[in-house]
């Protein structure tokens, strides 16, 4: 199969330095790919319609699970970046209204395309503003004998694990 010039490839300056998120944002450059290599072969709609449909179900999840995390480590932009999640699931919601209307590949295509645009420049953009803030609290914490940002993050992240485990013990 030929390798898609629209490749995305996954590097460490996507990294927000959380392996929790940066593997589901892994995943989600993944979706990206398989959706631009669908389209530039000129699949199906209802190939490019699954496709678009298994993504944004993640991005939903996801967006669920990063708000989470934002809460916890006290973003000051927390309920502003969860406005942007809301605003990009009804642009999702609009998009794919006027995806399922189209009748012409090219149209279509354009559409996939633009849902696939919105997620990509929100991770880009937005989600490096808190990757940017976790990093400064690694860098402005004092070093001797306290945890660093980082790790509190980390710890923070097994926290919810271990709360997962015992709920789920308990169920
Ligand atoms: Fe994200
Ligand atoms: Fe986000």
Avoid at 11 to 27: A, P, T
Avoid at 62 to 68: A, C, L, M, N, T
Avoid at 71 to 92: D, E, G, I, S
């Amino acid at each position: 199969m030929k390798q898609s010039e629209w490749e995305i490839k996954w590097n460490d300056s996507l990294s927000v330095g959380v392996v929790e998120i940066d593997e589901e944002h892994q995943k989600f450059v993944g979706r990206v790919n398989d959706l631009n290599q669908a389209i530039v072969e000129c699949r199906d709609k209802a190939e490019v319609e699954r496709l678009l449909d298994l993504m944004l179900m993640e991005a939903t999840h996801h967006f669920w699970h990063e708000q989470q995390l934002l809460v916890k480590w006290k973003y000051p932009h927390r309920a502003a970046h969860a406005a942007k999640h809301a605003q990009l699931t009804a642009q999702f919601d609009r998009v794919m209204k006027e995806f399922e209307r189209a009748d012409v590949s090219f149209t279509w295509a354009l559409k996939g395309l633009h849902i696939k645009q919105l997620l990509v420049d929100h991770l880009l953009h937005e989600d490096m503003k808190y990757r940017d803030f976790l990093r400064k609290q690694e860098h402005s914490s004092p070093v001797s004998g306290k945890q660093s940002a980082r790790k509190r993050v980390q710890a923070s992240v097994r926290c919810v694990r271990g709360d997962e485990r015992s709920n789920n013990k308990h169920t």
